[in-house]
């Protein structure tokens, strides 16, 4: 759905109501004259009026005199005058493809309602581009937001769902359902930009976690300040890879093959343990033998209070709302999902196809 087609739209349908508002003025301006200045009946009025502005070549339905022709005459010239213009407009419609665009922005605006628990990345430049190719590849449900024509065009020919608008702005993010959607990434190529989406939309939604892209270290430190979830900085987190794949290219190979899933075999997955849901709340990780029952390997736990337990032990226990991180197969993810529970906050995605 995009603010900019609508408006478009909504101009090209005022235009065709006008032409037909004009059109029935123009109706009952000769239905009247003939009515009350000639003193017909009303059904020979209203005939007159349709057989003339039909242009049909019918005769006259009663004798006009000079008076009556000169009228009919002006009712002529401004039937055609007004069918013309709704001519013209409906052709421009379909020559625009006024309806067929019409039905697929409704479809949009459906689809845009039913969203919940969406993910929504403001900017479709090469880093939106990206994250959006991740986000289809994992299947998670988003929305794009952007205000460039191209870039809308292009996001549109790649089939995601997209709205032209300004990021920054409470509105377009309430368009785009910012009170039900789990996570924004402000990709935007301004920071200042990115911190005004980021505090708009916590603003709008307290609960969303909000990502967001960052140019400078400074702009990233007021990104933290604005209520930043996660700040990624391209050039000072490649900076950091590159450097990291210089000194340990084994290590930085296998975690990117991982991450990226490059690597066919190993998987990572994130679980939210939810008292009352997940059995193995309050077992020590010993005692759940997650590990015997489903072969994943759990590497690290993040506790609610944000401390990461990397490498736990089999003392270690799992405690309410903790975050588990895990690397396995297809398979074993599949199974340690299964062995958690049903969970409702994140459910285990299909790992994507190579």
């Given at each position: 759905?995009?603010?900019?087609?609508?408006?478009?739209?909504?101009?090209?349908?005022?235009e065709?109501?006008?032409?037909?508002?004009?059109?029935?003025?123009?109706?009952?301006?000769?239905?009247?004259?003939?009515?009350?200045?000639?003193?017909?009946?009303?059904?020979?009025a209203?005939?007159?009026?349709?057989i003339?502005?039909?242009?049909?070549?019918?005769?006259?339905?009663?004798?006009?005199?000079?008076?009556?022709?000169?009228?009919?005459?002006?009712?002529?010239?401004?039937?055609?005058?007004?069918?013309?213009?709704?001519?013209?407009?409906?052709?421009?419609?379909?020559?625009?493809?006024y309806?067929?665009?019409?039905?697929?922005?409704?479809?949009?605006?459906?689809?845009?309602?039913?969203?919940?628990?969406?993910?929504?990345?403001?900017?479709?430049?090469?880093?939106?581009?990206?994250?959006?190719?991740?986000?289809?590849?994992?299947?998670?449900?988003?929305?794009?937001?952007?205000?460039?024509?191209?870039?809308?065009?292009?996001?549109?020919?790649?089939?995601?769902?997209?709205?032209?608008?300004?990021?920054?702005?409470?509105?377009?993010?309430?368009?785009?359902?910012?009170?039900?959607?789990?996570?924004?990434?402000?990709?935007?190529?301004?920071?200042?930009?990115?911190?005004?989406?980021?505090?708009?939309?916590?603003?709008l939604?307290?609960?969303?976690?909000?990502?967001?892209?960052?140019?400078?270290?400074?702009?990233?430190?007021?990104?933290?300040?604005g209520?930043?979830?996660?700040?990624?900085?391209?050039?000072?987190?490649?900076?950091?890879?590159?450097?990291?794949?210089?000194?340990?290219?084994?290590?930085?190979?296998?975690?990117?093959?991982?991450?990226?899933?490059?690597?066919?075999?190993?998987?990572?997955?994130?679980?939210?343990?939810?008292?009352?849901?997940?059995?193995?709340?309050?077992?020590?990780?010993?005692?759940?033998?997650?590990?015997?029952?489903?072969?994943?390997?759990?590497?690290?736990?993040?506790?609610?209070?944000?401390?990461?337990?990397?490498?736990?032990?089999a003392?270690?226990?799992?405690?309410?709302?903790?975050?588990?991180?895990?690397?396995?197969?297809?398979e074993?993810?599949?199974?340690?999902?299964?062995?958690?529970?049903?969970?409702?906050?994140?459910?285990?995605?299909?790992?994507?196809?190579?």
């Amino acid at each position: 759905m995009y603010s900019s087609l609508e408006q478009k739209y909504q101009r090209i349908q005022k235009e065709l109501m006008a032409g037909v508002v004009a059109l029935v003025g123009v109706l009952l301006i000769g239905t009247f004259w003939y009515r009350f200045v000639e003193g017909w009946s009303w059904e020979d009025a209203a005939y007159m009026t349709v057989i003339t502005l039909a242009t049909v070549g019918y005769g006259e339905t009663h004798p006009l005199g000079d008076r009556g022709r000169l009228f009919t005459i002006a009712l002529i010239l401004m039937g055609v005058i007004t069918i013309g213009y709704i001519v013209n407009r409906f052709t421009e419609a379909v020559i625009e493809g006024y309806f067929q665009e019409r039905i697929r922005l409704q479809q949009v605006r459906r689809t845009m309602e039913s969203l919940s628990g969406h993910y929504i990345i403001c900017g479709f430049s090469r880093t939106g581009r990206q994250i959006a190719m991740e986000f289809q590849a994992e299947g998670v449900s988003f929305v794009i937001i952007d205000s460039d024509f191209e870039s809308v065009r292009k996001a549109q020919e790649m089939g995601y769902t997209i709205y032209q608008g300004d990021a920054t702005l409470d509105e377009t993010l309430l368009r785009v359902g910012i009170e039900k959607a789990a996570c924004i990434v402000a990709a935007l190529p301004s920071d200042a930009e990115n911190l005004y989406t980021v505090l708009s939309a916590k603003y709008l939604n307290p609960g969303i976690r909000a990502i967001a892209r960052a140019s400078t270290e400074e702009a990233l430190q007021k990104l933290q300040r604005g209520g930043a979830d996660a700040v990624i900085s391209p050039y000072i987190t490649g900076g950091k890879r590159m450097a990291a794949a210089a000194l340990r290219p084994q290590v930085m190979d296998f975690v990117d093959g991982i991450i990226s899933g490059t690597d066919r075999q190993l998987y990572m997955e994130e679980y939210l343990l939810e008292p009352g849901v997940c059995p193995v709340v309050g077992q020590t990780l010993g005692q759940a033998k997650l590990r015997v029952q489903t072969g994943a390997l759990i590497l690290a736990i993040r506790r609610t209070d944000g401390n990461l337990i990397g490498g736990p032990t089999a003392d270690t226990v799992f405690m309410p709302g903790d975050v588990v991180i895990a690397m396995g197969t297809a398979e074993q993810l599949r199974a340690l999902n299964q062995l958690l529970g049903p969970i409702s906050s994140k459910k285990l995605r299909r790992p994507k196809k190579m």
